[in-house]
């Protein structure tokens, strides 16, 4: 088992479409992909789911990923999100 | 190719051509698992077909995850192992549990979220029924091309920023229309064959000025002037003068909070909630919320709350009623639990105490005690005008109610006996007979007494109106910069000449005539909101010419 904590950095915190790349993302891989906040764990293939998480910016996350390719799905969700989905960023997440 | 029309709402605007297909008539339906699959695949793919065209392709994903979410179905199946028998009722259970988790966020986006699941909700039944919408969020600058447009339509409009709309049929009264009007979106209804013929063409350029669109294969290179209208900041309140000093009161009429944002300093006459109501915002908390944000932005300026006005054209939910159960009947008799559930929301947000409580479709006084019992003793409660019953027995309505609002579409409605969707009959003498019976008794307090309606919202009827005496409008933001000037331009000794001349008129044509007249003297025929250009009928009104003058003389 493959465990990551990440925090959410982008404007909208994990909105629809970031949602829905998890949910892209998670599918391109072997291992069962868990997201978990604040002890609430959810499979990242629902992006229902993933939704009622709600996680704004500066939530933290924490990957949890178990099966042959667990390494690297963890590692892909991670990136995903500390990338901002490719959204616009929180300017200085640190002062809130 | 060059078609004509009615001219709705005002305005100029060019674009790609986006046709709305036909509706079919909307049915309840009961699927099995089996047939709920089919018809998400179909959707599904019905999605995607848009969503390529119009470039939306990141929306489409989002839609499909959600589509074949395993938790959403692992759900489904489990409550028709439980005994649903109905797997479309079952999908929609599953997905209003999801928005209302959402909705209870105290994030404010995330609460967003659940009212935008809804509206895509109520989008995949429409579906589901045969009755969508294919209005998405890459229709921004597009002209809508349909028949008619239903309230989901408009919002998605509002929305997605459609630049214009033209259709087939349509009516200057209708729900839709006037949500549309609140915007300013141009708008041209009545065009004959403008579906079929729009389907042959790619772009278009609307003229809602003077009644026409054009279809053509390539950009029309018209240059559309942005002409946006500066708002009078009016920061006393809406207050303004005529000509001769006396002073008349604007308000606004607002259907979605966010239209409040350009209009700071104006009370709000009518903030109409079914549109609350039809993005899922019925819970009490989720009311308070909207109306306590509201009551904030507005204040020191009032905030008049119209009770969920529900039922008849306004049913979109699929809810099965007798047509003449609206407003405050359909809440006492079938859905005491709604009416109650708004009615705490308000007492709770009103803190700032400039909230105003307004009943709609009054016709008897026992209504207005079974709400005034409900509602907070130090909240004013008001009463729409909307029934002959009410405007014929308004004064006998003084001791229960502290003000009144007038709605001319539903009034004229049941004043001429004909359905709002069929035809206008905006000026027919008798609507302004009924309406100033009934003000005459607020001769003497004015300030109680308003037109919410429609009709307020076009210089021809507001003119009318003024020339009642009645002197609070609430009117589309929209339609503000021509109230004031139509105001500022208008004294006494003319409104005075325009009574007289809709007490002895005869017809509809006469009332017209006078009113168009007396704008064209002042300059301001133009800034008619609904754009309708009157010809005065000269033979009648110079058949008229002798009781219009005894009029002038009396």
């Excluded at chain 1, 499979?43 to 939704?51: H, M, P």
């Excluded at chain 2, 001219?7 to 099995?32: C, D, F, N, W, Y």
């Excluded at chain 2, 609507?431 to 019976?437: D, E, G, M, P, Q």
């Excluded at chain 2, 339609?479 to 000449?497: C, F, Q, S």
Aim: charged share 30%; with cysteine.
């Amino acid at each position: 088992m493959k465990v990551k904590k990440v925090r959410i950095v982008n404007k909208l915190g994990l909105h629809a479409r970031p949602a829905m790349q998890i949910v892209e993302t998670a599918g391109k891989y072997e291992s069962d992909i868990f997201i978990e906040k604040d002890g609430n764990r959810v499979e990242a293939n629902s992006i229902l789911d993933l939704l009622v998480l709600v996680a704004p910016p500066g939530t933290e996350l924490t990957i949890i990923a178990e099966g042959p390719d667990e390494d690297q799905a963890v590692e892909a969700i991670v990136s995903l999100i500390e990338s901002g989905f490719g959204e616009e960023l929180v300017e200085e997440l640190g002062d809130k | 190719m060059i078609l004509k029309g009615t001219p709705a709402i005002k305005g100029r605007a060019a674009g790609k051509i986006l046709v709305l297909g036909k509706r079919k008539k909307r049915r309840k339906k009961r699927l099995t698992l089996p047939e709920l699959r089919q018809e998400v695949e179909k959707y599904s793919e019905y999605l995607k077909k848009i969503s390529v065209d119009v470039g939306a392709g990141s929306i489409y994903r989002v839609y499909e995850a959600i589509l074949h979410d395993p938790q959403l179905w692992e759900k489904v199946e489990s409550l028709i192992s439980e005994g649903e028998k109905n797997a479309l009722r079952a999908f929609v259970r599953v997905i209003e549990d999801y928005a209302d988790e959402l909705s209870g966020s105290e994030h404010e986006k995330f609460r967003n979220l659940g009212f935008e699941l809804r509206i895509w909700l109520r989008d995949f039944e429409n579906f589901v029924e045969g009755h969508h919408s294919e209005i998405l969020e890459n229709s921004t600058g597009r002209i809508v091309v349909g028949y008619e447009l239903n309230i989901m339509d408009v919002f998605r409009i509002i929305k997605y920023g459609v630049s214009g709309v033209v259709l087939e049929r349509g009516s200057l009264t209708s729900h839709p229309i006037l949500m549309l009007k609140s915007r300013g979106i141009p708008t041209l209804i009545r065009v004959r064959d403008a579906v079929s013929k729009a389907r042959r063409y790619r772009y278009a350029y609307l003229d809602a000025m003077e009644g026409f669109v054009e279809f053509s294969r390539r950009p029309l290179r018209i240059q559309v002037n942005e002409e946006k209208k500066t708002i009078h900041l009016l920061t006393n309140g809406g207050r303004v003068r005529m000509a001769d000093g006396e002073e008349v009161t604007l308000q606004i009429n607002v259907d979605i909070p966010e239209e409040l944002e350009d209009f700071k300093g104006l009370g709000v006459g009518l903030f109409r909630t079914e549109y609350l109501y039809l993005m899922g915002v019925v819970s009490r908390d989720d009311q308070e919320y909207v109306y306590r944000k509201l009551s904030e932005s507005v204040y020191p300026n009032v905030l008049t709350i119209r009770l969920f006005d529900l039922g008849g054209e306004k049913a979109p939910l699929g809810m099965d009623i007798p047509s003449h159960v609206r407003g405050i009947r359909y809440l006492l008799e079938y859905n005491r639990k709604l009416l109650e559930d708004q009615i705490e929301a308000i007492n709770r947000a009103s803190v700032r105490g400039n909230i105003r409580v307004l009943i709609p479709m009054v016709s008897t006084v026992e209504e207005v005690l079974e709400v005034r019992r409900l509602l907070k003793a130090d909240i004013p409660l008001g009463i729409m005008i909307e029934t002959p019953a009410a405007a014929l027995i308004a004064d006998r309505f003084k001791k229960f109610a502290s003000f009144f609002s007038v709605g001319t579409n539903d009034l004229s409605q049941y004043v001429m006996a004909i359905d709002r969707k069929v035809s206008d009959y905006r000026f027919h003498p008798a609507i302004f007979r009924l309406v100033w019976y009934s003000f005459d008794k607020f001769r003497y307090q004015k300030e109680r007494y308003s037109v919410c309606g429609d009709l307020a919202a076009s210089h021809m009827g507001l003119l009318a109106l003024l020339s009642l005496g009645i002197r609070v409008f609430s009117v589309p933001p929209a339609y503000i910069p021509d109230a004031v000037e139509l105001i500022e331009k208008m004294d006494g000794e003319t409104l005075n000449r325009v009574f007289r001349h809709i007490m002895v008129a005869y017809s509809e044509k006469d009332v017209e005539g006078i009113l168009f007249h007396v704008l064209r003297e002042k300059g301001i025929v133009e800034g008619d909101v609904s754009g309708r250009k009157v010809e005065m009928s000269t033979d009648l009104y110079e058949s008229l010419k002798p009781s219009v003058e005894d009029a002038g003389n009396s």
